[in-house]
T-cell receptor, first 114, second 111 residues
């Protein structure tokens, strides 16, 4: 079945640690890729997106993600996390075939120890 | 510019009752979406309006769910009668172009 997989359900890190959250998708055609974040008590908001071009995309708050087409992956990275990065992170895909319907992964809860 | 708003923020009802959720999109956004997250699982698409027309309702779980968007402004999602498995967080999003802007969600608990 077509899906978006996030490898980690809950990640716990100390401040200043490096972060990488894995995301793989199983759609065979062209896709648009996204990472969304939901901070505690706040709305879902867009962290970054990839449509085409440079496969390394920069987002807000120092986050970046790399699209590796051969691996169907779009991993999220941040070199040094802060306590304020505590949130839930969602990888998401819009397959070209589905117009604008977003397909979300199950989310990764990130907890940062101060 | 006001964001997407949803009402109520929480709703607790008993099985068999009816609940209506409301979403007010960002002004000028023709596209309006409903999504649902059940029991900490993935957020799943329910349906998509373009103005007042249903563009895609492939994610609606069954005929107990009815979505409307009269006049192409706000939208309502009615669940009648509610079942236990309908509990979850219902998100609304709107867009003018490619980026969808999400509301805070309505947490529905069916007892």
């Amino acid at each position: 079945a077509q899906s978006v997989s996030q490898h980690n359900h809950h990640v716990i890190l100390s401040e200043a640690a490096s972060l990488e959250l894995g995301c793989n998708y199983s759609y065979g055609g062209t896709v648009n890729l996204f990472w969304y974040v939901q901070y505690p008590g706040q709305h879902l908001q867009l962290l970054l997106k990839y449509f085409s071009g440079d496969p390394l995309v920069k987002g807000i708050k120092g986050f970046e993600a790399e699209f590796i087409k051969s691996k169907f992956s779009f991993n999220l990275r941040k070199p040094s996390v802060q306590w304020s990065d505590t949130a839930e992170y969602f990888c998401a895909v819009i397959p070209y075939s589905s117009a604008s319907k977003i397909i979300f992964g199950s989310g990764t809860r990130l907890s940062i120890r101060p | 510019e006001a964001g997407v708003t949803q009402f109520p923020s929480h709703s607790v009802i008993e099985k068999g009752q009816t609940v209506t959720l409301r979403c007010d999109p960002i002004s000028g956004h023709d596209n309006l979406y409903w999504y649902r997250r059940v029991m900490g699982k993935e957020i799943k698409f329910l349906l998509h309006f373009v103005k007042e027309s249903k563009q895609d309702e492939s994610g609606m779980p069954n005929n107990r769910f009815l979505a409307e968007r009269t006049g192409g402004t706000y939208s309502t999602l009615k669940v009648q009668p509610a079942e236990l498995e309908d509990s979850g967080v219902y998100f609304c999003a709107s867009s003018r172009g490619e980026e969808q802007f999400f509301g805070p969600g309505t947490r529905l608990t069916v007892l």
